[in-house]
Antibody
Framework: EVQLVQSGAEVKKPGESLKISCKGS????????IGWVRQMPGKGLEWMGI????????RYSPSFQGQVTISADKSISTAYLQWSSLKASDTAMYYC????????????????WGQGTLVTVSS | DIQMTQSPSSLSASVGDRVTFTCRASQSISSFLNWYQQKPGKAPKLLISSASTLRSGVPSRFSGSGSGTDFTLTISSLQPEDFATYYC????????FGQGTRLEIK
């Protein structure tokens, strides 16, 4: 059974750093893309970026480039999303999701999703 | 970046109604269009990929159509469990989402 299990909720102060995780199981982690999606309170879904754990090829949405870092450790089937200096506006639910590799340099739809990690940034 | 626009932003309907959601891309995306359903407090669920391919386990009352820039998601006969928010997403380049359509009970 394919599963993506995310790390637990976090409460942080502005300026602090944070790294959240997404562990895949039940499939070949290295051969599927893992994407990250933000959902601010009461708002819609925003694609942040995506990584191919097999070779760490990483793409970012222009809206999130330079704001976050996406990484992966294929040896432990885990992808990460990290911030170096959080802002109150980073308060949101963050989802990881799996996408197939289309062998065209791009990826397919998100077929499996993690349960989400709630990040709250408040002084 | 390709922009995705959904309409309407919200919709009220009754059990048994036929409803249609629309999604428009800012440029042609061929059939690289996906539809998701999200219920409050839950992760999104993939309903339809490649504009019209119903995913395994998704009821046949859901259907998708379109290509190029204009796409639709139709629910043929609304069930109580269908009241949720629906998002389209292009996977032609990057993975932009539309802003969502909230389906509410009339």
């Amino acid at each position: 059974e394919v599963q993506l299990v995310q790390s637990g909720a976090e409460v942080k102060k502005p300026g602090e750093s944070l790294k959240i995780s997404c562990k895949g199981s039940g499939y070949s982690f290295s051969t599927y893309w893992i994407g990250w999606v933000r959902q601010m309170p009461g708002k819609g879904l925003e694609w942040m970026g995506i990584i191919y754990p097999g070779d760490s090829d990483t793409r970012y949405s222009p809206s999130f480039q330079g704001q976050v870092t996406i990484s992966a450790d294929k040896s432990i089937s885990t992808a990460y999303l990290q911030w170096s200096s959080l802002k109150a506006s980073d308060t949101a639910m963050y989802y990881c999701a799996r996408a197939s590799d289309l062998l065209t340099g791009y990826y397919s739809e998100f077929d499996y999703w993690g349960q989400g990690t709630l990040v709250t940034v408040s002084s | 970046d390709i922009q995705m626009t959904q309409s309407p932003s919200s919709l009220s309907a009754s059990v048994g109604d036929r409803v249609t959601f629309t999604c428009r891309a800012s440029q042609s995306i061929s059939s690289f269009l996906n539809w998701y359903q999200q219920k409050p407090g839950k992760a999104p669920k993939l309903l339809i990929s490649s504009a019209s391919t119903l995913r395994s386990g998704v009821p046949s009352r859901f259907s998708g159509s379109g290509s190029g820039t204009d796409f639709t998601l139709t629910i043929s006969s609304l069930q109580p469990e269908d009241f949720a928010t629906y998002y389209c997403q292009q996977s032609y380049s990057t993975l932009t989402f539309g802003q969502g359509t909230r389906l509410e009970i009339k």
